[in-house]
Structures are given as C-alpha cells and as structure tokens.
C-alpha cells in the first residue's frame, strides 16, 4: 500500500531523531489519518535496517490491538502473533499489569520496538503519579526500549495529568510532540472528510415542581439550572426518537450513493444501548447491532459489522477510539461523557476517508453547552480551503417519523427520592447558525443533581431547533 506523504514525512523524521540518540518519538496525528500503517511501516524499516530485534505493540482495546497485529504481519511479512519464533506481539494497556518477569526479560537480552497507541491513556512523569499503565511503562520500557513510538489523535487527559513518555512546554505547560498532523492537514491532503455537526435543541421547556412552573429556553438554560441533569435528556424517549429520525434520514440519502455506509450510536450505558436498540426497532423498523463489554465476544461483533450491510450498530465504550470502520458517516452522541477527548475520538469514527461516491461526515448531538464548545473548537481546524459548508432546514414535522405520539413518561432515579413526568411536543424546526462561547470546566461526567426529597413533575414543550455548525470558511476564526 502506497504511504501518504504524511507517513513518509513522519517515519523520516522518527528515523532521524533515532539514530540521533533519542530513543522516545511522540507522533500526533488526528483519528482517521493513518497512524497504525505509519507505525507498522517504521517497524519494517527499522527491522530491515537491522536496529531492532522485536516489536511489542500496546494499544486500548483488544480490536485496536488486533488490527495493528495484522497490519503489522502483513507489513514486515513475519508472524506477529507472540509465540515462538514471531517478530512480536499485540496487547493491550490491561495486559500491562499481567507481564511475568520472564516477558520483562526481553528488553534485556533483545532490542525492542515499542509501539503506544493511544498513549494518553497511560499517566505519569514519575513512579508518584503515575496510574497502572504508566507505572509499568516507567518501570519496565522507559529506559530499558531500544526505541518507543507513542501515538495520539487526543493529546490530554481529561485529569490533566501528565502523559507517560512525554515532554511538556513551559510556561503554557502544552505537550511537546515530535510530529503533528492535524485535522486541518487531513482535509487538506483528502486524507479525512470534513465533518459537520447538528446540533438539537428545544426552545420551550418548562419545569413544574410542586405548584411552581419554570420554563427554559434551551437545553443549556434548564442544564445551567441544574433542574435535571444530562443524563435525563439523553435518555428521553423523544430526544433519542428525534436525533435518531434525523440522522436516519441523512443516512438513507447517503447510502443512496454507498451502499454500504454506516451509522454509530454511541450510547451512555448497557441499558441505554437496548433502550434506543428498542426504539429504532419499534419507530424506524431498523435492526441494530449492539455491542457492548457485556457481550461474549464484542471483537467479533465489531469485525463482522466492518464488513457488512447493516446499516446502524450502538455502541458503549466499544468503537469511541482507533476503531477502524471506514464505511460509517453518520454519528450520534448519546452518551454522557463530556470530555473533549472523547468527543474528538467519536467524531474521528466517521472521518475517514474511503473510496466511495459520498465522503459526507454528519455527528448529532444534543445542544449541550459543552458539546457545542468542543463543536466549536473542531470548526476552528478546519482549514480555510475547506469552503463545504452544509445548512439544513429540517421539515416542520416530525411525527410521521416517530410515531405521532407527542407525550412520554419519564421516571427520574428513585435512589434519589425524585420522579418526573416529562411531555414533548415536537413541532417545527429550524436552523440556527451562531457562535456561543462557554466556560471551560474540567468535568468528566455529569453528575445528578437530584437531591431534593419531594417530587417533582417536568413537563418539556416545544420545539426542538437544529444547529447545523458551520464547518469552513464563513465562520472560520
């Protein structure tokens, strides 16, 4: 396979800083780009050039770990499987705490490569900070690897902890990476597609509690109020009916062209999967293929849908990051996680670029505050060459889509002494293209904010808006 020329930039300059005397190469790269052939083609060359003797390769997930053992079998045309006689192995970060002292014994007796994908999951500048996976590496690779590739497309933690093997600025206190290709450079070079996001909202919300009735312009205002929290509006019946019903239809009209493109859910818990799995069955007559960790063997289920027709597979925690699925195009953000890091490596699941007639790239999420600012940030990479800017005015109605049913119960937590009755009423919608700018907070999830001991009654009417967030040249910067 022909590299890009990013690939080729990138393993001449690692290749330089090795024979220079520095043993460490932090390689950033945006999701889609093509970091595992990158990798797997270095390894070949420093294999050829007789300066390594092994590969080990540790990545996040055990399908992540299986398609770098393929693609670098297939590269250095060895057996790359562990056992003896192979030219390494694949595993993943869990693998880290479970390596005997007789693995540990070939950074002494052999000259080891060793690939980190996705090392911003491993912690620590020093033994004291360090979490499980970065205490392993400080104590057995840091200084025992011939060489290291670290390998990001996020490049922070969302504790902010320091990343293992890594270098920091001062004062600005940012990573210091050896290569970097961003997201602006992908569209550039036709190497990722340049993604849109639609975001939903509802302009009329009111909250009744007791006698007492609030109203709400916005999901931000009723989340800024702490009224109810997140987590209930990703699980609501018709939010999940009305972000499904769009990005169903915009599926529909791309697979007009790829037959074979994909859509992703990406979903905040087992429950919540089977709750929209049910729904899209019931509403859209669509059958999803769910994965999730309680699944007997979620690395075969994720392999067979990459290679399939179906259209729709949901998601917990399983394909977020370094997934390779080239055909999906449409995503939706369901989950509660609102980190930056997490939303990039959703977003980056539908960005790469295949050979199909269609390259539209389209994430749905509700408007939440946050989201919409890392929505923001992603715009502002987007390099001005860029001038594909999509508007959509979706049509006033909905409930031939869904099922004409404008009302719903929902039943907040009873561990928290609260229940809720909650009504939507979905009428017209249009497009709102803006730039907000909201704090920046450290939150990982959010947290429920129902504490009070009496009930209260939340009644949501109106209609939800859209805001299709222009991606290119109008907005930029």
């Known amino acids: 396979m022909k590299l890009r020329q990013w690939q080729v930039s990138c393993i001449n300059k690692a290749l330089k800083q090795y024979q220079d005397g ?5 390689a950033l790269a945006t999701p889609g780009a093509g970091k595992t052939l990158m990798a797997s083609e270095l390894a070949d060359q420093l294999l050829k050039n007789n300066l390594i003797d092994l590969i080990i390769c540790f990545s996040p997930s055990s399908i992540v770990s299986q398609d770098f053992s393929q693609s670098l079998q297939l590269r250095i045309n060895e057996r ?19 390596l005997d002292k007789s693995f540990w014994q070939l950074f002494n007796r052999y000259r080891v490569f060793v690939i980190f994908d996705e090392i911003h999951h491993c912690a620590g500048s020093t033994i004291d900070n360090a979490n499980a996976w970065g205490e392993q590496i ?14 990001t497309g996020t490049p922070w933690r969302s504790n902010a902890a320091p990343i293992v093997l890594s270098t920091y600025m001062h004062p600005s206190n940012k990573i210091s990476c050896d290569y970097v290709y961003g997201l602006a450079e992908a569209i550039q070079d036709n190497v ?20 007492e009735t609030k109203t709400f312009t916005s999901f931000k205002c009723l989340l800024t109020q702490s009224i109810i929290p997140y987590k209930e509006i990703i699980e609501n019946e018709k939010v999940i009916k009305y972000v499904i019903s769009s990005a169903q239809k915009k599926l529909n009209k791309i697979r007009a062209k790829n037959s074979d493109a994909a859509g992703l859910i990406v979903a905040s818990s087992v429950e919540h999967a089977r709750q929209i799995s049910t729904l899209m069955k019931a509403c ?24 399939a027709k179906t259209k729709w597979i949901i998601s917990v925690g399983m394909i977020s990051e370094g997934t390779n699925i080239p055909r999906l195009q449409v995503c939706c953000h369901l ?10 490596q959703i977003l980056g699941r539908i960005l790469r670029m295949t050979g199909s007639m269609n390259q539209e790239a389209f994430m749905y999420m509700p408007a939440e505050p946050k989201l919409l600012e890392f929505a923001y940030r992603v715009k502002q990479d987007v390099p001005f060459e860029a001038d594909v800017v999509r508007f959509e005015k979706m049509e006033a109605s909905v409930e031939n889509d869904v099922d004409g049913e404008v009302s719903c119960t929902v039943i907040f937590d009873k561990a928290n ?4 009755k909650a009504e939507l009423e979905l009428g017209g919608f249009d497009t709102v293209v803006g730039h907000q700018t909201f704090e920046e907070t450290s939150d990982i ?13 939340v009644n949501i009417f109106g209609r939800f808006q859209q805001e299709s967030i222009a991606l290119g040249l109008s907005e930029l910067r």
Do not use: W
Not at 22 to 26: E, K, M, R
Not at 417 to 420: G, L
């Open 445 to 457: 999830v959010e947290e429920h904010f129902l504490t009070s001991s009496y009930e209260k009654v």
């Open 417 to 420: 002494k609260v229940s809720s």
């Open 138 to 151: 400080i104590l057995n690779i840091q200084n025992k690897a011939k060489y290291t590739l670290a390998l």
């Open 22 to 26: 520095n043993s460490h190469f932090l």
């Open 80 to 98: 790359f499987d562990g056992l003896l006689g192979a030219k390494g192995h694949s595993l993943t970060y869990q693998n880290l705490q479970y």
């Open 335 to 344: 989950t509660n996680i609102k980190t930056e890091m997490h939303f990039r």
């Open 192 to 211: 990722c597609r340049i993604p849109q996001i639609i975001a939903v909202d509802n302009n009329n919300i009111s909250v009744i509690d007791d006698d």
């Open 284 to 307: 859209f007559n669509e059958d999803a293929v769910v994965v999730t960790y309680r699944e007997n063997e979620p690395t075969n289920i994720i392999q067979q849908f990459r290679h």
